[in-house]
Structures are given as structure tokens and as C-alpha cells.
Nanobody, 122 residues
């Protein structure tokens, strides 16, 4: 499996960004997809996860109500729409894939993308 994240950048507080993660190598619909982030000097933090098509989503407490995870199974891509961005959202964002099992634990994910930097200025 290969994951290619994109869409990061510099945005002012209150702005929006949409991250994308292209999945290839195996059957996309059999994987739970997750987004995580890591700020300098901090541990990797759960952001959002979505299981197989039409299944449950779950969000980290700090992003709930502002971020939305979605997936396009025709294009093997998972998205993270980020609205009302805050300086505290500044981090490298990673997408990850876990076969079959739905989990929020980053240590259980099988595959990781390279990360995309999101910087929110105040």
C-alpha cells in the first residue's frame, strides 16, 4: 500500500484547507482510513478516522465540529476538510490505513503517508 498526502499549506486563522490522501496498492474499500497530526515536540495525535464506505466516523476532541473526514471510493482517496483553523492546528498531518479494523490508535495502523505540513498563522 502507498499513501500520498497533499493539500497542506499556510493559512490564516479562521481559514480552511482540504487535505487529500491518495491510496494505491490494495483494495481501498477494505481499509479504515485515519488522519493524525504531530506538532513539534508533541506526540502524534488522533484527528479523524473513517471505516469502510458508509461507516462510522470519529473525531479528536480538539477538531470535532470543525473538521470533516470523507472518502471517495471511486478515486481511492480520503479527504480531511478543515474549517475554522486555529494556530493550535499547526502540525504535520499524516494519513494512515488499517485493514478491516476500525481504530483510533495510531500504533495499530499498517501504512502511513509522508505527511503534509499545515501552518495556521494568527
Amino acid at each position: 500500500v502507498q499513501l500520498q498526502a497533499s493539500g497542506g499549506g499556510l493559512v490564516q486563522a479562521g481559514g480552511s484547507l482540504r487535505l487529500s490522501c491518495a491510496f494505491s496498492g490494495q483494495t481501498f474499500s477494505t481499509y479504515t482510513m485515519g488522519w493524525f497530526r504531530q506538532a513539534p515536540g508533541k506526540e502524534r495525535e488522533f484527528v479523524a478516522t473513517m471505516a469502510r464506505p458508509g461507516a462510522t466516523t470519529r473525531y479528536g476532541e480538539s477538531v470535532r465540529g470543525r473538521f470533516t473526514i470523507s472518502r471517495d471510493n471511486a478515486e481511492n482517496t480520503v479527504f480531511l476538510q478543515m474549517n475554522s483553523l486555529e494556530p493550535e492546528d499547526t502540525a504535520v498531518y499524516y494519513c494512515a490505513a488499517k485493514k478491516f479494523v476500525w481504530t483510533l490508535d495510531p500504533s495499530l495502523y499498517d501504512y502511513w503517508g509522508q505527511g503534509t505540513q499545515v501552518t495556521v498563522s494568527s
